[in-house]
């Protein structure tokens, strides 16, 4: 499947779900950045990029540091068949799903879109435990 096809066709995806988005390039990638309002995030950014190689992957990075997490995160990635938690080069936590390209569907967004918000509820969370406060 050629890149421009395979934008086209989770745009049709996300159109098909009524998702709001706004779509960005960097180099032969498209992005198209997304706000969720979850149970536990005001504004939760899912970004899905589509590379040139045929992979979409969706990701949030989350304003948390991993420092002391680690065991925590490691754990939790086996509760989601969908999404995992890694870090970026800055220690924050990220939440990624990966689907290859001539994989897409409209239940496998679905899928991912909702492991996604399920694992970064499911941080804030406990984070909120942790510390006592509710974090919006």
Same mark, same amino acid.
């Given at each position: 499947?050629?890149?421009?096809?395979?934008? /086209?066709?989770?745009?049709?995806?996300?159109?098909?779900?009524?998702?709001?988005?706004?779509?960005?390039?960097?180099?032969?990638? #498209?992005?198209?950045?997304?706000?969720?309002?979850?149970?536990?995030?005001?504004?939760?950014?899912?970004?899905?990029?589509?590379?040139?190689?045929?992979?979409?992957?969706?990701?949030?990075?989350?304003?948390?540091?991993?420092?002391?997490?680690?065991?925590?995160?490691?754990? /939790?990635?086996?509760?989601?068949?969908?999404?995992?938690?890694? #870090?970026?080069?800055?220690?924050?936590?990220?939440?990624?799903?990966?689907?290859?390209?001539?994989?897409?569907?409209?239940?496998?967004?679905?899928?991912?879109?909702?492991?996604?918000?399920?694992?970064?509820?499911?941080?804030?969370?406990?984070?909120?435990?942790?510390?006592?406060? #509710?974090?919006?």
């Amino acid at each position: 499947m050629l890149s421009e096809d395979l934008v /086209k066709k989770v745009k049709d995806i996300l159109d098909g779900m009524n998702v709001r988005y706004e779509e960005g390039k960097v180099k032969d990638a #498209t992005f198209l950045i997304s706000l969720w309002r979850t149970d536990k995030w005001d504004e939760l950014e899912i970004d899905i990029v589509i590379s040139p190689g045929n992979l979409v992957v969706l990701f949030s990075t989350l304003p948390v540091s991993s420092e002391g997490r680690e065991n925590w995160l490691l754990n /939790k990635n086996w509760d989601y068949n969908f999404a995992h938690f890694a #870090t970026d080069i800055s220690g924050n936590v990220i939440v990624v799903s990966n689907i290859r390209g001539e994989d897409v569907s409209e239940e496998l967004m679905r899928l991912s879109l909702a492991s996604i918000i399920r694992a970064a509820d499911d941080l804030k969370e406990a984070i909120e435990e942790e510390s006592g406060n #509710t974090i919006r």
